[in-house]
């Protein structure tokens, strides 16, 4: 509760000043609301607010306590603006997602005659990222440039940090080398840059240049470089970086905390990524999205559900991630009812359902062979479906073998322009899959017309610092013979206890024996076998794969688990398998 101290016949004006300034600084620093407003009211009724440190001071508490509009009208009742009372609600905005404003302000601040400064262009190129304009960002930065404040630190930083965002790695770059002298901001808008760009090997460099010249990196810093391990499974790395965290006392961090639990996830080992959520005391929406979305993948679908619940009694609000995270493991589990439910109940959160939420329903109908339903979906939605809903209908389509349906929906893919190349595959299988390989052929071939070439599978494995990759029939690793002679033992084995190979997986109009052939040496195969010679202990064998695990792979690899005595996890291009004994922890739904 905030005492205000009362204003006495012998206390001077500077002594009344600096108590409530003194105040306000401290119901700042707490986010306390309910002291804040009594606060402004007494300053009110001092008659205080004409004095423009003390809207600054006001606009500032509102800022920080997520009122960017009172911020607003704080300013707009201030009678003298200065530089200071323009930066903190321009900040306001930009700190408060409300980009537009920002750049609104911006513009008429400088319509009014006052210079921006190194607190100002910072503000107004944090919004140009938010919206990802390149266009309004370039032009702050060249009116940065024009007023000679372009070689300052923090301007600088923010401009590398937004043309990064922006996705203008080239110009970031630029500005990054000629700066005279870099912090914190200008080292991780680079890192981040490069990381969402998926230039993960110019991302981890300049993280390791950082730390060479002994720059400070900060929780932002380790965030990106621990998602690119993630992107890149590379586990041993992004242990290395974890302990680094703790050393550094970043292990509390939530930001840390939410790229951590994505990481271990990734890799495949969610026992990790679990610890990790429950060490960090305090966590913010996005350490809940992450751990949430681990489960879902790894199938724990009864903990997808208890973490919302967990959410709900902690009043973290959910966004439409949650939601997403959600109707991705009703989808993986075939909860047709729970979706729906799940589905409805964003309205209730004020959240209004995306393309990727109706996607995420239509897979699940799809799935469960309401393929009729799913259409029904597509039909009622309140905006143009996009290439990724009619996809979820295409695969439901391949699954029940509905190809009149599959092809409607490929009409209607195509209708859209330019897709990508995974649309012409699978409408190519869903025909090779019905035996109409004339149509399948076609298939090809439009994709061949447009210049696309299709996505080669690949799969592999870490040892040690080495990343090991295989695609299918691949001879050119230098264990290459090992390779082959420990699948054709485990083919043996396999056998031995009921293993018959299914090649109605091989989508091509080939003899049998050319079938057999096709499927036994696929990329995830072969990548086991590395990994059985290699790694001689009880470790789970972890398996990364670039597309979707094929049906026969998928059987093959649980009498692999059974032969060899092996947990074997294998992560492909839409979720975990984890392969032990024989069973797989996808119920064989996927």
């Known amino acids: 509760m905030l005492t205000i101290p009362q204003q006495s016949p012998q206390s001077t004006f500077e002594e009344t000043y600096r108590n409530i300034s003194s105040l306000l600084l401290s119901a700042t620093r707490s986010r306390t609301l309910r002291s804040g407003i009594q606060l402004h009211a007494h300053i009110i009724k001092l008659g205080l607010q004409t004095i423009p440190l003390i809207s600054h001071y006001l606009i500032n508490f509102y800022s920080k306590t997520h009122l960017p509009i009172d911020s607003q009208r704080v300013f707009e009742q201030t009678l003298i603006k200065t530089s200071t009372t323009w930066s903190s609600v321009i900040s306001s905005f930009a700190q408060n997602e409300l980009p537009v404003l920002a750049l609104q302000y911006f513009k008429k601040m400088i319509a009014f005659g006052v210079r921006p400064d190194d607190h100002i262009f910072p503000s107004a190129t944090k919004a140009a990222a938010i919206l990802s304009s390149y266009d309004v960002g370039r032009c702050v930065h060249c009116y940065a440039v024009r007023i000679a404040y372009d070689s300052d630190v923090f301007v600088a930083s923010s401009v590398v940090d937004m043309y990064a965002k922006c996705g203008r790695i080239g110009d970031a770059r630029k500005v990054f080398d000629e700066m005279p002298v870099r912090n914190v901001v200008s080292w991780s808008g680079m890192i981040y840059g490069y990381a969402q760009l998926g230039e993960n090997e110019e991302a981890l460099w300049l993280f390791k240049q950082a730390l060479f010249e002994r720059f400070e990196v900060n929780d932002f810093t380790f965030t990106s470089v621990i998602r690119v391990c993630g992107n890149t499974t590379l586990l041993g790395l992004g242990k290395q970086l974890h302990g680094l965290c703790l050393k550094l006392s970043f292990g509390s961090s939530s930001f840390v905390g939410s790229s951590l639990i994505s990481m271990y996830s990734k890799c495949g080992v969610i026992e990790l990524a679990y610890l990790v959520f429950d060490e960090i005391p305090v966590r913010n929406l996005g350490m809940w999205n992450a751990m949430l979305m681990a489960c879902a993948q790894h199938s724990h679908t009864n903990n997808v559900f208890d973490l919302f619940k967990q959410m709900e009694s902690s009043n973290m609000k959910p966004n439409f991630i949650t939601f997403l995270g959600i109707l991705y493991s009703c989808s993986h589990s075939g909860l047709v009812e729970k979706g729906k439910y799940y589905f409805n109940l964003m309205k209730q959160y004020g959240i209004e359902p995306s393309d990727q939420h109706y996607a995420s329903m239509v897979h699940i109908l799809g799935r469960a062979n309401k393929v009729q339903e799913a259409l029904a979906i597509i039909e009622e939605m309140p905006m143009q479906p996009t290439e990724c809903v009619w996809g979820a209908l295409l695969t439901g389509c391949r699954l029940h073998g509905d190809t009149e349906l599959a092809a409607y929906a490929a009409d209607k893919v195509f209708e859209l322009g330019s897709v990508g190349s995974g649309m012409y595959v699978l409408l190519s299988n869903v025909y090779a899959a019905a035996g109409r390989y004339e149509d399948a052929a076609r298939a090809r071939k439009m994709l061949r017309d447009t210049g696309v070439k299709k996505e080669t599978g690949l799969s592999w494995v870490e040892e040690g610092n080495i990343v090991h990759t295989f695609s299918a029939g691949d001879r050119r690793h230098f264990r290459s013979n090992e390779i082959y002679n420990k699948l ?52 789970p064998i972890r398996i990364m794969k670039n597309l979707r695990i094929c049906g026969d792979c998928h059987t093959a690899i649980k009498f692999m688990s059974k032969c060899c005595g092996r947990v074997i996890i294998v992560r492909d291009n839409n979720r975990f398998h984890r392969f032990e004994d024989g069973k797989c922890s996808c119920s064989d739904y996927w």
Do not use: P, W
């Open 488 to 539: 054709e033992e485990l083919e043996d084995e396999m056998e031995k206890i009921g293993y018959v190979a299914d090649t109605s997986h091989v989508l091509k109009e080939v003899g049998d024996e050319e079938k057999n052939m096709a499927i036994r040496y696929h990329s995830e195969r072969l990548a086991i076998a590395f990994a059985l010679i290699t790694f001689k202990d009880d470790r």
